[in-house]
Every structure is written in C-alpha cells, then in structure tokens.
C-alpha cells in the first residue's frame, strides 16, 4: 500500500461517517480512527478491493471549507479570516517549514506562494512528503510550529488569494 493509497483511504473514512477502519496484509496493518460521532452504515465497506482503484484524487486545499457552526466567542475570528483560504495537512505526520535545520523555511509569513510551490514537508512513516501549494496568493499566518506532529486536514497556512 503506497502514501497515495493511505491518503484516499483517509479521505474515505472522513467521508462516509466510519469511525475506525482496520487492514491488515501480509506484511501491513493500518488503523484509521476519528473523532466522529457514531454512524450507522447498513452496508458494507469492501475495504481492501476499493483501494487498486481509487477515485481521482482532490486536491485538500481546494475542497471548499465547510462553514463554521456560529458560537459567540469564535464569531469575530471567524468573520476576520472569511476572505483567506485555509491550507490544511493532507496525511498525519511531523510539519517540517524546511528540508533542513540549516535550511530557509519553504513559506514565510508574508511571502508570495504559487499553485504548485512546495510550502512545507510532512513526514509519515519516515518518508518525506513535500506539500505543494493548491492556490496562489501570500501567506497571512503559519498555523503550526515547526517539528510539531499533525493530523489529517488539519489547518496548516492561512492564504489570502491572489
């Protein structure tokens, strides 16, 4: 099972309201769990079959985001950062803002990011994944330190569109 295949299976789960999905191979095992309230599902999932061939993936920074439930102590947050568009993690792993310690960050506060442009590196299972950006624009707000682990569709970058 390949990083393209975990991450689909991620997004499957998120999805269809599943709480816990486990596979086990040969020489693989894989547990997703969410947060998510009990869902009653009244068919199967075939799991393993629905993996050789997955739909067209969608890119996670495009989805659009789903609004937020009002609450008073969040609303003016919530009315400031309406017009940026949220880049969020794509897989669970460690953020990384550069390839290395030595190195400059990817994106800056401030900077001018283009669809395409790599902005940070996520590493699951000891592989190194660069996150491309999905939208252009400039990079409002870094919403993760750096070496820190994330989750999957978590917030990672505030961007206000070009």
């Known amino acids: ?3 393209k295949q975990i991450q689909e299976l ?3 789960v998120s999805k269809s309201g599943v709480n816990e999905v486990s596979i086990e191979e040969k020489e693989f095992k894989i547990t997703i769990k969410t947060n998510q309230a009990p869902t009653v599902v009244a068919a199967a999932i075939p799991a393993a079959p629905a993996l050789p061939a997955p739909a067209q993936p969608l890119p996670v920074a495009a ?4 609004p937020a439930a009002p609450q008073a102590p969040a ?3 919530v009315a400031e950062q309406s017009n940026y568009i949220t880049i969020k993690s794509p897989m669970i792993g460690t953020f990384y803002r550069s390839s290395s310690p030595d190195k400059p960050s990817f994106a800056e506060v401030g900077d001018e990011i283009k669809s395409g442009q790599v902005i940070c590196i996520i590493e699951a299972m000891k592989l190194f994944n660069e996150i491309e950006s999905e939208v252009s624009g400039r990079i409002v707000k870094v919403l993760v330190e750096n070496a820190s682990p994330v989750e999957y569709d978590q917030p990672l970058f505030l961007v206000e569109p070009a």
Request: aromatic share 8%.
């Open 10 to 12: 991620i997004r499957f």
């Open 75 to 77: 609303a003016a947050p």
């Open 63 to 66: 989805q659009p985001a789903a």
């Open 1 to 3: 099972m390949d990083i």
